[in-house]
């Protein structure tokens, strides 16, 4: 189970890229998506239509209390997983998830920040992980994590239903309605 968690939305300035947090973390294999900092009904609703299109069973919600959450799932057996350029290397890291991910019970929170990230979800993280030591973005941070940790078998697997479905083709849009509305 992997659940991602988007911190501090600012619904105004982040809208787009809290956004392509959920689409990536859908996407790339994540089961559940929490939005925390101000209420987004939009950015929720459009998500949960995504899913219902495409496919999957991505679950988006919003959560008022980060720390509460983080903490709570921490008891529950969730290992906390802090996404920052402070962080360990990824690839070396990423071995050890990888074990516990495929394991029947294996339950991870990645946390990915936006504005200024508190000094306590690092200490909260059971571990502080960067995708490369230098600045660049949630998104791709997210995508590149997730790409190593999850397996392609288990992406497909977690996306199938949905109403519509891509045929890939060389040089044309063509996409089939496999099921009514
Ligand atoms: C654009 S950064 C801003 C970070 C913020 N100024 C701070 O004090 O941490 C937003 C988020 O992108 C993610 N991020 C950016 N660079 C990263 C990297 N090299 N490795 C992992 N995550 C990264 C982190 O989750 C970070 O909180």
Redo the contacts with the bound molecule.
């Keep these: 189970m992997i659940c991602v968690l988007r911190?501090s939305h600012r619904k105004i300035r982040d809208q787009r890229v809290s956004t392509h947090v959920f689409l990536v973390a859908r996407a790339f294999g994540a089961d559940e998506g929490v939005l925390c900092g101000e209420l987004d009904k939009n950015l929720l609703d459009g998500i949960a239509k995504i899913t219902k299109v495409w496919g999957g069973n991505f679950k988006v919600r919003y959560e008022e209390n980060w720390r509460k959450f983080l903490i709570e799932r921490k008891k529950e057996g969730w290992k906390i997983v802090?996404?920052?350029?402070?962080?360990l290397d990824?690839e070396e890291e990423i071995k050890k998830l990888k074990n516990k991910i495929g394991k029947k019970d294996g339950k991870i929170v990645v946390?990915?920040?936006?504005?200024?990230?508190p000094p306590e979800v690092y200490q909260i993280a059971d571990i502080n992980?960067?995708?490369?030591?230098?600045?660049?973005?949630?998104v791709?941070?997210?995508a590149i994590?997730l790409d190593r940790l999850v397996d392609k078998k288990t992406l497909e697997k977690k996306l199938e239903g949905g109403v519509i479905k891509i045929i890939p083709d060389r040089c044309m849009k063509k996409v089939i309605r496999v099921k009514k509305d």
Aim: proline residues 3%; glycine residues 6%.
């Design positions: 911190l802090h996404l920052t350029m402070y962080g990824f946390v990915v920040g936006s504005q200024k990230v992980i960067a995708v490369y030591n230098q600045p660049h973005s949630e791709a941070a997210l994590f």
